[in-house]
Nanobody
Framework: QVQLVESGGGLVPPGGSLRLSCVASENFAGYYDMAWYRRAPGKQRERVAKIAFTGDTYYADSVKGRFTIEVEAPKTVYLEMNDLKPEDTAVYYC????????????WGQGTQVTVSS
């Protein structure tokens, strides 16, 4: 099972930017769909962005045009977040789902993002 470690969270004012990183314990490029989820206080977890093993990307409507998910093969996936808003405050989690071969999923431990002045 692949292990995931996130980093890059922090405190940023509204309108600011952050780049989250997720490093996997093994090569996932071409094998795994990778995604970023978030859970805000009092809310359900939601998928923010996904990049399939094919390279196709998907974004939640709330972040389209502001967030970008990208892979740096073979083991790192990033979430570039621009024009951050207070409602983006949440714990962000990296997620991996094996799409080729035996099914398997993994979660990272999460990284806190706080958008506040």
């Amino acid at each position: 099972q692949v292990q995931l470690v996130e980093s890059g969270g922090g405190l940023v004012p509204p309108g600011g930017s952050l780049r989250l990183s997720c490093v996997a314990s093994e090569n996932f490029a071409g094998y795994y769909d990778m995604a970023w989820y978030r859970r805000a206080p009092g809310k359900q977890r939601e998928r923010v962005a996904k990049i399939a093993f094919t390279g196709d990307t998907y974004y939640a409507d709330s972040v389209k045009g502001r967030f970008t998910i990208e892979v740096e093969a073979p083991k790192t996936v990033y979430l570039e977040m621009n024009d951050l808003k207070p409602e983006d405050t949440a714990v962000y989690y990296c997620f991996a789902a094996r799409a080729v071969g035996k099914a398997a999923t993994s979660w990272g431990q999460g990284t806190q993002v706080t958008v506040s002045s």
